[in-house]
T-cell receptor
């Protein structure tokens, strides 16, 4: 299957600092990438849809000024958590939408970034 | 009501058992359907797509019933390594292309 990388895999930061997470599709071009957040024992919650060359589309309740998304190329999207607080501690996962297959667009996920804000 | 609903489980089954998971979706505009597997503290991995005609991949069989808006996954001859959380996912185009995930069903296979 397609390969998506994510960096860093884990990060610990102090409250008030900003953290940037990178998501790369390694073997295909992804015009659309997605950012999810997952709290322990809960499902993936879509935060935003990142479109190459245009502004991201945020889900209801997600602060666009706090979670900055940039999709500067067909293989890279970044999520910056600005002024992080302990409640932002979570597992952040990106995914890239692969070219249309038989049943529609499959998504391939990065390995996730575990963020801990102290 | 959540757009994609699954029984959270956990399902505790012995090795060799057959186990079935169900998933319902509420948006009739949903277009494509998938099952993902997620291991603890890892990202989801695509297990299989789900077709109206049903599809099988080894010990795994997925089925879609569009009329009932219902998706199923059957695992035969369970292995210890099947222990994981199984996520149902639905793609739709209304409000922009999105994939909506269920909360997942936890499976524990025991020796």
């Amino acid at each position: 299957g397609a390969v998506v990388s994510q960096h860093p895999s884990w990060v610990i930061c102090k409250s008030g600092t900003s953290v940037k997470i990178e998501c790369r599709s390694l073997d295909f071009q992804a015009t659309t990438m997605f950012w999810y957040r997952q709290f322990p024992k809960q499902s993936l919650m879509l935060m935003a849809t990142s479109n190459e060359g245009s502004k991201a589309t945020y889900e209801q309740g997600v602060e666009k000024d706090k979670f900055l998304i940039n999709h500067a190329s067909l293989t890279l999207s970044t999520l910056t958590v600005t002024s992080a607080h302990p409640e932002d501690s979570s597992f952040y996962i990106c995914s890239a939408r692969a070219p249309r297959g038989r049943t529609g667009y499959e998504q391939y996920f990065g390995p996730g970034t575990r963020l801990t804000v102290t | 009501r959540k757009e994609v609903e699954q029984d959270p489980g956990p399902f505790n089954v012995p090795e060799g058992a057959t186990v079935a998971f169900n998933c319902t979706y509420s948006n009739s505009a949903s277009q494509s359907f998938f099952w993902y597997r997620q291991d603890c503290r890892k990202e989801p991995k695509l297990l299989m797509s789900v077709y109206s005609s049903g599809n099988e991949d080894g010990r795994f069989t997925a089925q879609l019933n569009r009329a009932s808006q219902y998706i199923s996954l059957l695992i035969r001859d369970s292995k210890l390594s099947d222990s994981a959380t199984y996520l149902c996912a639905v793609n739709r185009r209304t409000g922009g292309f999105k994939t909506i995930f269920g909360a997942g069903t936890r499976l524990f296979v025991k020796a």
